[in-house]
């Protein structure tokens, strides 16, 4: 009975050449474009899973007075193991300011290169984190001072093939070098985490080793991340609340001095990934709300390939009519035929899955680069059966009406060629094209708006030049050093307009502040200013807009009194921007009062992405801090000239030291660049989504056109024009894509909306957008069914009236 049922059914698929194609090829697309979001979404989901105990780890964070901050204080660690029986372990991750790339050198090999992510750690991080080792031993790979432990990658850039343990590795910030020796090398390729380090430092070092160790107040240089493995059978909760007498018996003090007011909260480890994105995050999270996003869109992606499946299948339900009528004159059971048709339906399903798998297999390298992910079909074998069983899932739900609609034809009936519940077919086809095409407009309204976004963003002026910015980090003490004779070399050359140098420059977090208050109030009604150092011409450079005083002059960078505001810096603190400027502002340092004189105000500017608020900034000079930026502005030309040209000079200033450079417009996008990953997948996957409904529509679109061929041969001899007929035919489709449209057009505003609340600045959601969304929808309707509405129209009508 079972390979009757196949025969049959591969029967009907050559007899039914195109809505077989239809069915199968619109299944398959629908499969692998699930199947690839499937793939995103599990490895999103799996960071930090991986840990030992990982239901047991919890940072603990920061909540101040203007926002959440993923830092806290040096000396909190301490406080922590000591005052809680409940606290297992605990560790801190170091994330210091401007080390982003550290260089670090083989001197034996004569080798040297730029890494990131490179963190000072607790000797307990392997205690907390859970990371395979290819060489050393974990329990006491970072016990000593001036250890470290490397990746895999890293361990063959500097010694290839050879064990690296107990190697010398000279590793060089802008704060100093320090000769480090390896004891682990861990391999980082499954290590899904959202502290994803290329290096592990010993924080016990002879760089940056004496001012961890001096960090003893409570309510300053909050930049340590600090992680707890709670005991078992603790409850995070009840500990939770213990958090506020912890605070208030360590830290009043501190924080009454300061004049601040802050709070303690844990986070979950493998939460943070997904759920966590507050100030100084130790790198870029995900985001639940994309997993959401995408999770939707895979479904709506399999919905609307079921959707197909089902309509084309109830759609030539009366050609089978007559051979459902011999079945049941014969003794069929209405359960046999369900069988039947469900078995048919599985067939199509398997020979879609088979497809679906091959169209993985060629689409996932471009995938994996559109993501920037590495996936693989058979990295997860659970994911792969996942596929296969939802797959027969589809199947069974996609095949479930059509078998029961046919199976409860009345033999009569059916035996004269027509098939029961007529009617009520046509009415189910409708709905289903009105679900299809709510989905696709949904998708299709929702991708104009992430498009229009991102050009907003592109386009919006932040308040300084990003083009033709030239940045060039010092790595070194040595290269910050040789500053002035770099800079002065460089504007030697053609198309070099100006250049400068400071701790920070647009498109990074900054965490350099001080509390300030102005003259006349105290210290209780201070404000956070974020605070950069810079050389002279660095306001000139960058183009910021100066509004009232001057900019740090060549005398300015060498004192310790004078200060550039922004316009929000300055109304905060109490002062018109206009009388700001001869002004003093005060802060407490080591119970001392001291002091900042306003020389000049700058017009707002975006530092940070516009996801966040202009926040109140100050300029000050480096004094004796040493840059860690150059940046240079040039004209518009040949950049790869004056590339080549930079180049040579930093050669000639830096011999043996490599030179690396960057964009400003480059680095400030990297801020975005979540947003217009998921913009670009939710774009590419709303094509096919609309490709799959079109290819239904489509077959559904001609079969009507077959069934109605007699009546617009009468109509056509009878007089009746191409045009008429067309439109005739047409309105009754364009009647259903209206009707998605206005269900689609709330829901669309909702998605978009609750997605533009992650940026501070964004665009309005207006009309514009569902006509313009509105009007592309009923383009591709029109295109897809006037295409075979016009060949029916245009057909010779003695042809077709000559089959009755």
Not at 239 to 266: C, H, I, Q, V
Not at 319 to 345: C, D, W, Y
Not at 645 to 666: A, H, R, T
Not at 689 to 712: D, M
Request: glycine content about 6%.
């Amino acid at each position: 009975m079972l390979i009757n049922y196949f025969k049959i059914a591969w029967r009907n698929l050559l007899k039914n050449k195109v809505f077989s194609f239809v069915n199968i090829f619109g299944l398959s697309i629908g499969l692998s474009a699930c199947f690839l979001l499937v793939l995103y979404i599990t490895d999103e989901l799996s960071y930090d899973k991986h840990h030992d105990a990982a239901e047991r780890l919890y940072r603990v964070a920061l909540n101040t007075e203007s926002e959440k901050w993923a830092g806290t204080p040096g000396v909190m660690s301490k406080g922590l193991k000591n005052d809680f029986p409940e606290v297992e372990q605990v560790t801190r991750v170091l994330n210091f300011p401007n080390t982003g790339n550290m260089l670090l050198k083989n001197e034996e090999r004569n080798i040297q290169i730029y890494e990131q992510k490179g963190y000072y750690v607790d000797s307990t991080f392997f205690e907390i984190f859970t990371y395979n080792f290819k060489y050393g031993n974990i329990e006491n790979a970072l016990n000593s001072p001036n250890t470290v432990v490397i990746s895999e990658e890293i361990s063959e850039k500097l010694f290839g093939e050879e064990n690296p343990i107990d190697q010398i590795v000279s590793i060089e910030i802008p704060y100093g070098k320090i000769d480090y020796t390896v004891k682990g090398v861990f391999d980082n390729s499954n290590n899904k985490s959202h502290v994803d380090p290329n290096l592990l430092l010993s924080m016990q070092n002879g760089d940056i080793g004496q001012w961890v160790n001096s960090q003893t107040n409570w309510a300053t240089n909050s930049i340590f991340h600090t992680y707890i493995k709670l005991r078992q059978r603790s409850d995070p909760v009840a500990f939770e609340n213990k958090l506020p007498a912890f605070l208030e018996k360590n830290a009043s003090n501190d924080f009454r001095e300061a004049g601040l007011k802050k709070s303690l909260f844990l986070q979950p480890v493998k939460d943070i990934y997904l759920k966590s994105s507050i100030g100084h995050e130790i790198s870029n999270n995900g985001s639940m709300l994309y997993i959401y996003i995408f999770s939707s869109i895979a479904a709506f992606i399999l919905l609307i390939a079921c959707v197909n499946f089902m309509n084309l299948s109830t759609a030539k339900s009366e050609k089978r009519a007559s051979e459902i009528g011999v079945r049941k004159a014969v003794g069929a059971t209405k359960t046999s035929l369900i069988n039947q048709f469900l078995g048919e339906s599985m067939f199509m399903c398997l020979l879609s899955l088979l497809l679906a798998l091959l169209i993985v297999v060629a689409c996932l390298p471009a995938f994996n680069t559109l993501a920037q992910k590495s996936l693989t079909v058979t990295g997860n074998p659970e994911i792969l059966l996942w596929i296969v069983g939802l797959a027969i899932f589809t199947g069974l739900l996609s095949g479930s009406y059509p078998a029961l609609y046919l199976s409860s034809f009345k033999p009569v009936m059916a035996l004269r060629g027509k098939g029961g519940g007529t009617n009520t077919a046509a009415t189910i086809r409708k709905g289903l094209v009105i679900f299809q095409f709510c989905i696709s407009a949904c998708l299709i309204l929702v991708s104009i708006l992430f498009w229009q976004q991102m050009s907003f963003i592109d386009g919006r002026d932040l308040g300084f030049k990003k083009d033709g910015q030239i940045v060039i980090p010092f790595r070194n003490a040595s290269t910050a050093g040789n500053y002035s004779g770099l800079k002065s070399e460089i504007l030697q050359i053609p198309n070099v307009v100006s250049a400068s140098a400071g701790s920070t420059y647009p498109g990074f977090e900054l965490v350099q502040s001080n509390m300030f208050f102005a003259e006349g109030k105290t210290k209780n009604e201070q404000v956070d200013v974020r605070l950069a150092q810079i050389s002279d011409d660095y306001v000139e450079t960058l183009g910021y807009e100066r509004l009232y005083g001057r900019t740090l002059s060549r005398n300015d960078v060498n004192r310790d009194n004078a200060i550039v505001l922004n316009e929000t810096a300055v109304k905060r603190l109490g002062y018109a921007p206009a009388n700001a400027v001869g002004q003093n502002i005060y802060y407490v340092s080591s119970g001392e009062r001291r002091s900042y004189e306003i020389v000049g105000v700058v017009r707002d500017f975006n530092h940070e992405s516009l996801h966040k608020t202009i926040t109140p900034y100050g300029l000050v000079g480096l004094n004796q801090a040493q840059p860690a930026y150059f940046i240079a502005n040039v004209r518009q030309g040949d950049l790869d000239e004056v590339i080549s040209k930079v180049e040579n000079v930093w050669s000639n200033v830096n011999k043996g030291i490599p030179f690396e450079y960057s964009f400003l417009d480059d680095d400030f996008q990297k801020n975005y660049e979540k947003e217009k990953r998921t913009s670009t997948v939710t774009i590419g996957f709303t094509l096919i989504a609309i490709f799959i409904a079109c290819i239904g529509l489509y077959g559904l679109a001609s079969y009507t056109t077959e069934q109605r061929k007699k009546e617009v041969g009468i109509r056509r001899v009878l007089g009746a024009s191409v045009l008429s007929i067309t439109i005739l035919h047409l309105k009754n489709f364009l009647k259903l894509v209206l009707i998605a449209l206005l269900i689609a057009s709330p829901l669309s505003y909702f998605l978009g909306n609750t997605w533009l609340q992650d940026f501070t600045y964004r665009i309005d959601i207006g009309w514009q957008l569902f006509l313009i969304g509105g009007l592309f929808v009923i383009c591709i309707a029109f295109f897809t069914v006037g295409s075979q509405v016009v060949k029916a129209s245009m057909a010779n009508p003695v042809k077709n009236l000559k089959t009755e």
